[in-house]
Nanobody, 120 residues
């Protein structure tokens, strides 16, 4: 079993900053990709920023230059530094990881989500 635990969401004023973190734990053999998605009310879940299996990053156009994804702990922990936040960044942010478990089964896992609200 693999768990993704997120933290760091909250309420922030426009122009402010927040940092989200996500740590993967459990029966992990390898993490191939890891990153962040978000879902605003009435909208589909969308990619925000991810690392692929080669370590390259990918950002949504709407956040490029404002958000930075990073990772530590042999890739088990990822951060999302969010600067210059806008009201349209308001959403539930989900951590996602594509994992090979110790059983050698491959699966995509999701965290429980953390709310980010940008409002004055």
């Amino acid at each position: 079993q693999v768990q993704l635990v997120e933290s760091g969401g909250g309420l922030v004023q426009p122009g402010g900053s927040l940092t989200l973190s996500c740590t993967a734990s459990g029966s992990i053999f390898a993490i191939h990709a890891m990153g962040w998605y978000r879902q605003a009310p009435g909208k589909e879940r969308e990619l925000v920023a991810t690392f692929n299996s080669g370590g390259a990053t990918n950002y949504a156009d709407s956040v490029r230059g404002r958000f930075t994804i990073s990772r530590i702990n042999a890739g088990n922990t990822v951060y999302l530094q969010m600067n210059k936040l806008k009201p349209e960044d308001t959403a539930v942010y989900y951590c996602n990881a594509y994992v090979t478990a110790q059983s050698r089964q491959h699966d995509a896992y999701w965290g429980q989500g953390t709310q980010v609200t940008v409002s004055s």
